[in-house]
């Protein structure tokens, strides 16, 4: 637990190379030092008494591991009372940095969503006092780091994620990877995406132009329960159908070009006057667009009344209509 103090249920360190070797130093008066090579775990060595400076050389520790009491000052030796020195070790800890495809974009790793493997993404890991202590680049998704234990700040750096973006912060703070153990650093990734808006409506003045306020007995209207396709490639990827307000909005649709059409079959005109689907329009990052297609009957119709056309001289039956 780092805390320096050998306490009850920790264990010996059973994988440090030997030699180790333990320095004793007289302080208080009279020339002493000894230096100790063992490999044994626990030794006694008989000192005059007096005060003494205890520390351990640390090459012959595996990287995994640091000393975090490796300088014991003034140890008092009595011939009644031994002075103990008792070097502490902690292991190195792992951080696990995790980039992921949040599928519910809440920025939590739910262990089974897939990994980010778009780009290779460059991630920053800082120490506790907010120095650069290691800069890596992960590709896969997925990197561990063998680090002392300890607090660590960790950073993805997003200029090169597109069309992806985070779906929670780009930094985590305070990450504490304990000695031996290991803590996660997740960062949610989901498509960049944008919107379009299509708006349907009849256009009873056939000008091309929504404008219900230019003929109020014969209004333009919005055409409600029409089917609007979106399409990717000429394939349809949604379809939406129009409310009352002649609207459909494809929402976190992901960036790319596509192109719109109206199911004539789902309502009655069928005649197209404005036309702004005719070709096709890139969605782009946080973008609305908002598109309109118009649209009339020929003369047989119930737009302005049921109009039929009779040619005059063709009806040879007298009186037509007595």
Known sequence: NSDSIFNDGEDFPSDI???VEIIITKIDGGAFEKTISTDELTITETVPAGRYTVSVDGGNIPQKYQVVQSDLANKEVTPSTPGNAIIGYIQD???????????VSDGTYDGDEGFYSATEVPVKIFDNDGALYEEIVVSGGFATLSLPAGSYSVEVVEGNLSPYRTTANSRLSNLVVPGGGSVDAPFGYNPQTGSVIVEVYFDANRNNVYDPQVDADDPDVWIENALVLLKDNGVVVK???????????????????????????????????QNQLNVPFDINADDVETYRRGYRTDSISDDGGFEIILPVGLFPFGNFGN
Not at 93 to 103: K, M, P
Not at 246 to 269: I, M
């Open 239 to 273: 379809i939406l159908t129009t409310t009352s307000q002649g609207r459909v909005t494809f929402q976190d649709v992901p960036l790319g070009t596509y192109t719109a059409d109206v199911d004539d079959d789902s309502h009655e005109y069928n005649v197209i006057t």
């Open 17 to 19: 190379s030997t030699p």
């Open 93 to 103: 800890g792992e951080l696990n940095v995790i980039l992921f495809l949040d599928a």
